[in-house]
């Protein structure tokens, strides 16, 4: 019975023991050697004094070691903690005291970050993934597998011990981690597994780095069926046509990233030179995915089904739509239905259930929910609702802060964030209706709709958009676009015309810079 995802490796192994588990650049792990590194790793740690519980960092560009990494942690008993390598030094810093981290698993191309972290006193023991003299210990990967058991270790690990906890940026600025426990990881693997019908033979694409939840789907999932996992390496992410080349050579089965890389590839990607048609899944999720350009995708992979992914990191995932057919108009794509072993409330503002076709918060209970938050019991009870309905008996469900509406066919509609709703001149507006509407001008191509403050005037609204090839427009003609489906104060009061857009290390809209960048 597999009830942790160490376990998932392990039973792999047994079924599939020369398998490619992970790959990377050429290089590769079946199922037998990542069983034997990570109970290697696994050992080392222990030997070293990381007990049960125990936080270790992992601080690792896209590499075969990520997957090593968060196994050989795991089956230690203790707690992986994904690092963001291209983050400010001083958020690397709050991670590693914030989580009492003391020792990281990293590589040589961290050296000059890795020696400013250990300057500072207290923080880190050890550094695992390269050898240095330095004024901590160092211990190679070499030493550890030709001095270490590649049995199990006796560590008894429990379905509800805590297996990961992974950051994301709070409302106030302040990281906050999201607690995930083997159930709740492994709840996941074995939902997604389902729903996207994996077996032994896909190969999937995990374009992702290590601290975004979209990459658990490539290192928790895939494990569990004893299929492939490709992590694309950092170079590919960047040129569009040397990663399409990559899914080509690699005969992916499976894709999964964020709506960005997809559109890039639309962009630069040279599908017309490629041959994907080994591609039957191509999943996206993060933020919303222009039709315009998914169009062009399913056009030219007519074998592949796409899937529409949604669910905040606290869950995992919750929703999927699975396209039936190419979208014929610009309109948003639904977050579709719940899926397995998971049940949803839509509530009002006074927590009270709104009727068919009423906008409401979705509320999500799960076997992926999260534990809660690291340190922070406040923001775990804000996050949590308890509902006792007509039994008594707790139901605890997590709060998204997503506004959507379930329409008679039984679909779930994305309307917006419940902190993405202001009042601006005195009126309520919602941010996502007029970014919306900006999109379905024939000449954008992107639009990013925020909110900045003015000293006299409190909230205004600003925009910021792309346009497509050879377009050209006005800053008032968008605002006469806009003005005829909404209110006057719901018109951007500026609207910036780009090249690109801002985006965050995960391929996102970054309005904090748009906002910064607004004129007051």
């Not at 291209?86 to 709050?94: C, E, F, H, Q, S």
């Not at 905040?312 to 899926?339: M, R, S």
Request: aromatic share 8%; net charge neutral.
């Amino acid at each position: 019975m597999i009830y942790t995802l160490p376990q998932a490796v392990e039973a792999s192994a047994k079924a599939f023991p020369t398998k490619e588990a992970f790959r990377c650049m050429q290089k590769s792990y079946t199922y037998q050697e990542l069983e034997a590194q990570m109970n290697q790793l696994a050992h080392f740690l222990i030997q070293n004094g990381v007990q049960k519980g125990d936080r270790i960092g992992v601080y690792l560009n896209r590499c075969l070691e990520s997957a090593l990494a968060i196994y050989g942690i795991m089956q230690a008993g203790a707690v992986f903690v994904p690092l963001d390598p291209l983050a400010p030094i001083d958020r690397i810093k709050y991670l590693l005291a914030d989580c009492e981290i003391q020792f990281v698993i990293s590589q040589k191309a961290q050296s000059k970050k890795l020696e400013k972290l250990i300057a500072l006193e207290g923080e880190i023991k050890g550094i695992i993934g390269l050898e240095k003299d330095w004024a901590v210990p160092t211990h190679s990967w070499e030493r550890i597998q030709a001095t270490m058991p590649r049995t199990k270790p006796p560590v008894k690990i429990l379905a509800d011990d805590l297996a990961y906890i992974m950051y994301t940026s709070g409302t106030t600025g302040t990281p906050k981690g999201i607690m995930h426990t083997q159930y709740s990881g492994l709840s996941y693997a074995k939902l997604s597994a389902d729903l996207y019908e994996l077996t032994n033979q896909d190969r999937v694409g995990n374009h992702a780095a290590l601290h975004f939840d979209i990459s658990t789907f490539g290192y928790l999932s895939v494990p569990l069926v004893g299929a492939t996992t490709i992590i694309v390496p950092d170079a590919h992410t960047k040129m569009p046509a040397s990663l399409s080349s990559l899914m080509e050579a690699e005969k992916l089965t499976l894709w999964y990233s964020v709506p960005l890389a997809l559109i890039q590839l639309v962009q630069r990607g040279v599908l017309e030179e490629r041959d994907l048609s080994s591609l039957r899944w191509v999943l996206f999720g993060g933020e919303p995915f222009p039709p315009k350009f998914l169009r062009t995708l399913m056009e030219a992979w007519p074998q592949a089904s796409f899937s529409n992914v949604y669910g905040p990191a606290e869950v995992n995932q919750c929703t999927y739509f699975t396209i039936p057919e190419v979208p014929a108009d610009d309109h948003p794509l639904p977050l579709g239905h719940i899926w397995g072993n998971t049940e949803m409330l839509i509530l009002d503002h006074n927590d009270q259930v709104v009727a068919a076709n009423e906008t409401g918060e979705l509320l999500i209970r799960s076997a992926t929910r999260m534990k809660g938050y690291w340190k922070r019991p406040d923001l775990t009870d804000r996050g949590f609702y308890i509902s006792k309905g007509n039994t008594g008996i707790p139901k605890i469900y997590y709060r998204t802060g997503d506004l959507v509406r379930l329409d008679e066919t039984g679909l779930l509609h994305f309307l917006g964030r419940k902190d993405r709703q202001i009042k601006t001149r005195g009126y309520r507006v919602e941010l996502d209706e007029v970014e919306a509407l900006l999109i379905t001008h024939d000449a954008v191509e992107e639009a990013a709709v925020f909110a900045y403050p003015h000293p006299e005037s409190g909230l205004l609204i600003g925009a910021a958009v792309t346009l497509k090839v050879d377009q050209t427009i006005a800053e008032n003609e968008l605002q006469k676009h806009i003005g005829t489906a909404l209110p006057w104060y719901a018109v951007p009061q500026q609207i910036n015309i780009t090249h690109a857009l801002p985006r965050t290390p995960a391929g996102k809209i970054n309005r904090k810079v748009l906002i910064a960048q607004a004129k007051g």
